[in-house]
């Protein structure tokens, strides 16, 4: 692994949520693991009213509400606290970057970083052409000799479609290196995600069976029970199939579904998720009418409690028609998937808060022994488990004690709970760190981006001009539109309906 170099992060809104609640917590958990260079710098820049002092208090309060570091001690927060610094600053208005220049100057000479800048643009995505624009207007996009570096992160979302982010990807081009540029995708820091990558390619036994011969269909599946919270506003331009599918979701179906890299590099890995992507058998309209279902949760009582509706929402349009579930069947046309369905699932105000994916092995050629309770020939799965309870579980058919071979569906399974001495990182901390270091494996490159909006645009058109084409409303606290299990031909498959547990029964599930 490389080691980061000393930086001066600038954080474009260093007072937002995603910074108190994400960055800062992950940048302390690295400084106290001593993982971050001696010298480094924190500016963070927004409107509101902060001085160092009062910025301090607000990220300490993020800091202590992460649980597992309430422990530590106020010494070592309140040291990497002097490294923290705020600027007042309006991000529309291009005479405020002369004085963020002077301030960015001055920081990096108080804290002695010789020239590596890099920065994070935690703001709404309107702002990021505007930003980048300023920043090379100012010269901050280019390092004054070769031994330092300039670099931004961007968050997503990266363009609301392919157009949009081509255009932006030409707009950063113009300006910086891709080496330079780290779009973020956080699942792909997530220790599970990149877990699927180690089992896969770190044991010899998955990988002669990972392929049409054996497997029947892969499920992706990403369920939250919450609803859209105080994000009404970005929500609704949004929707389930921007705000999940076009990144997260097809970030894991490509690690699921890639060839073998020759290294583990930065190219190679992205090499081959790039295939992946360019293999995905493009939809047509007639194609999103049958493999792709969108549905809209609408008021119901779960547990006791009444749950309005998506368009009874703050800041919802009453007659809005923005997604807030969506399912789509889909191929990957390539030696290795040919004829595999991937069906891939997720959605708002869902039974529970679980992402997964669960490989569907074939069933045997042949039934030699007697069918299980509910009529089913036992199908071998493998759930590769992200959050929560993270693990693995494998599904098996074993025969039940006593006479006669009645077969019974049973289950082998790994927790990361069980590993004595770990804690699951936060996915910014190994993202945030990789950055430092100059390593972006686990970042969306331009190419890829462009290429999953490729698959994304063909449904957006088509819901946007077939008014065929339904959106489903389903009870807030139910697995979404019943249509959605339609995408399976053969009526006896379904979804899997998981529980907070890996190895949980469906009637576990809590909103
Ligand atoms: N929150 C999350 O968990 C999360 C997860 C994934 C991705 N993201 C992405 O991260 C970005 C930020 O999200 P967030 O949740 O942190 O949003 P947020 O809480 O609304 O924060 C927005 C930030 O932008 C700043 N800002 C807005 N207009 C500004 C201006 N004209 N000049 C200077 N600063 C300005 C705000 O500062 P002032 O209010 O002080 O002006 C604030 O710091 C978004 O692109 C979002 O999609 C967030």
């Given at each position: ?19 108190s ?12 693991q ?23 208090r ?26 923290v610094?705020?600027?007042?600053f309006?991000?529309?208005?291009d ?11 001055e ?26 624009t300023n ?25 609301s ?6 255009d932006?990807?030409?707009h ?15 699942y ?7 877990n699927?990558?180690?089992?896969r390619?770190?044991?010899g ?7 049409q ?7 992706i ?6 609803g ?10 949004a ?23 020759a ?49 009874q ?17 889909c ?19 869902l ?11 074939k ?7 007697k ?8 199908e ?5 488990r ?5 693990g ?29 001495e770990?804690t ?27 290429e999953s909006?490729?698959i994304?645009?063909?449904i ?8 065929e084409i ?14 959605a ?8 498959m ?6 907070k547990?890996?190895?949980?029964e ?5 909103l």
């Amino acid at each position: 692994m490389r080691t980061p170099e000393r930086f001066l992060l600038v954080i474009f809104g260093g007072s937002g949520d995603l910074t108190s609640r994400k960055l800062i917590p992950s940048i302390y958990s690295l400084f106290r693991q001593n993982l971050l260079p001696d010298q480094f710098g924190i500016l963070g820049l927004g409107r509101k009213d902060f001085n160092d002092d009062s910025y301090r208090r607000h990220l300490r309060n993020g800091i202590k509400a992460v649980g597992y570091r309430r422990q530590e001690d106020e010494e070592k927060c309140n040291n990497f606290l002097k490294s923290v610094f705020y600027h007042r600053f309006d991000m529309g208005k291009d005479d405020d970057y002369p004085g963020l220049k002077k301030r960015i100057e001055e920081t990096e000479k108080r804290q002695h970083i010789d020239g590596n800048y890099m920065f994070y643009l935690a703001v709404p995505s309107e702002y990021y052409i505007p930003i980048t624009t300023n920043l090379a207007r100012h010269n901050l996009h280019k390092a004054p000799d070769k031994d330092n570096w300039r670099r931004v992160i961007i968050e997503k979302p990266f363009g609301s479609d392919l157009q949009t982010a081509k255009d932006l990807n030409r707009h950063l081009s113009g300006i910086f290196n891709e080496e330079q540029v780290f779009r973020i995708d956080h699942y792909l820091g997530k220790e599970t995600v990149q877990n699927i990558l180690a089992f896969r390619f770190a044991n010899g036994i998955f990988e002669p069976l990972w392929n049409q011969n054996y497997i029947h269909h892969i499920e992706i599946t990403a369920a939250e029970n919450s609803g859209i919270e105080d994000r009404g506003g970005y929500y609704d331009s949004a929707g389930a199939l921007r705000d999940m599918v076009q990144n997260h979701l097809l970030q894991i179906a490509a690690i699921v579904a890639m060839e073998p890299p020759a290294l583990f590099n930065e190219k190679a890995v992205r090499d081959e998720k790039m295939k992946v992507f360019q293999s995905f058998r493009p939809l047509t309209n007639e194609d999103t009418r049958n493999s792709v279902i969108r549905g809209q949760y609408i008021e119901s009582r779960v547990r006791g409690k009444m749950v309005k509706s998506y368009r009874q929402e703050k800041s919802i349009p009453a007659d809005s028609m923005t997604e807030t579930f969506v399912a789509v069947k889909c191929y990957i046309d390539n030696w290795r998937w040919n004829g595999v369905p991937f069906f891939v699932r997720t959605g708002k105000r869902l039974p529970a808060r679980v992402t997964e994916v669960i490989v569907h092995f074939k069933k045997t050629p042949h039934h030699l022994f007697k069918m299980i309770a509910d009529n089913l020939i036992i199908e071998n799965q493998l759930i590769l488990r992200i959050q929560p309870d993270e693990g693995i579980l494998l599904n098996f058919g074993m025969k039940m004690p006593g006479a006669g071979f009645k077969i019974k569906k049973v289950g082998m399974d790994f927790h990361y709970s069980d590993l004595a001495e770990s804690t699951i990182p936060e996915a910014y901390e190994r993202l945030l760190l990789d950055a430092f270091a100059g390593d972006n494996t686990l970042y969306a490159r331009a190419d890829a981006v462009e290429e999953s909006w490729k698959i994304i645009d063909p449904i957006i058109s088509a819901w946007e001009n077939d008014p065929e084409i339904k959106l489903y409303g389903y009870p807030a606290g139910t697995w979404g539109p019943k249509e959605a299990r339609n995408l399976f031909d053969d009526p006896s498959m379904d979804w899997r309906y998981p529980c907070k547990n890996l190895t949980g029964e469906e009637t576990y599930c809590e909103l």
